[in-house]
Antibody, heavy 117, light 109 residues
Framework: EVQLVESGGGLVQPGGSLKLSCAASGFTFSGSSMHWVRQPSGKGLEWVGRIRRKGNNYATEYGASVKGRFIISRDDSKNTAYLQMNSLNIDDTAVYFC?????????WGQGTMVIVS | QSVLTQPPSVSAAPGQKVTISCSGSSSNTGNNYVSWYQQLPGTAPKLLIYDNNKRPSGIPDRFSGSKSGRSATLGITGLQTGDEADYSCGAWDSSLSAFVFGTGTKVTV
């Protein structure tokens, strides 16, 4: 079964750090670009950033609101993507999803909640 | 921070049709593919349409997508109560080098 499972969410104080993981299974993880998307409670989807595959030199891009604070990485040997979040503020409170990018975001994880308070 | 504009809500009776617009600019919807996502309450988004008008395997043909200029449209025919959800469009923005989502539309049946 094709699946993404996020973990690592929780409660963190403003200014703190947290690292999320996204474990993939059922597909060739190394061949896929991976994205992170977040959604504050009751609000719309916001793109956080992406990491491309080895063939694209693992290039990363980030949304304006997280650039310089968040870092996306991946370990293809573990079929896992990561989101390192630093200097967190209350506006970062949201459910964080990882998603696979093929033609579009075709596979999504269930999400993990991050509360900055 | 949404760059793409959608109506906040649309509604119609069961069996009827609704359309949802998604308006952007030349740097996103105007020159890049648009995708559409359905999000049922409390669940992760689900891909409905990609490359403006293509449906992934398993998505019924009641859902359709189109694009003209800088605007894209999602159509849902034969509305069912199970279609009540939030719908968001998205596209890559070449100027921002970022993916941008629409403001989201709540569909009520």
């Amino acid at each position: 079964e094709v699946q993404l499972v996020e973990s690592g969410g929780g409660l963190v104080q403003p200014g703190g750090s947290l690292k999320l993981s996204c474990a993939a299974s059922g597909f060739t993880f190394s061949g896929s670009s991976m994205h992170w998307v977040r959604q504050p409670s009751g609000k719309g989807l916001e793109w956080v950033g992406r990491i491309r595959r080895k063939g694209n030199n693992y290039a990363t891009e980030y949304g304006a609101s997280v650039k310089g604070r968040f870092i996306i990485s991946r370990d293809d040997s573990k079929n896992t993507a990561y989101l390192q979040m630093n200097s967190l503020n209350i506006d970062d409170t949201a459910v964080y999803f990882c998603t696979r990018d093929t033609e579009a975001f075709d596979i999504w994880g269930q999400g993990t909640m991050v509360i900055v308070s | 921070q949404s760059v793409l504009t959608q109506p906040p809500s649309v509604s119609a009776a069961p069996g009827q049709k609704v359309t949802i617009s998604c308006s952007g600019s030349s740097s996103n919807t105007g020159n890049n593919y648009v995708s559409w996502y359905q999000q049922l309450p409390g669940t992760a988004p689900k891909l409905l349409i990609y490359d403006n008008n293509k449906r992934p395997s398993g998505i019924p043909d009641r859902f359709s997508g189109s694009k003209s200029g800088r605007s894209a449209t999602l159509g849902i025919t034969g509305l069912q109560t199970g279609d009540e959800a939030d719908y968001s469009c998205g596209a890559w923005d070449s100027s921002l080098s970022a993916f941008v989502f629409g403001t989201g539309t709540k569909v009520t049946v």
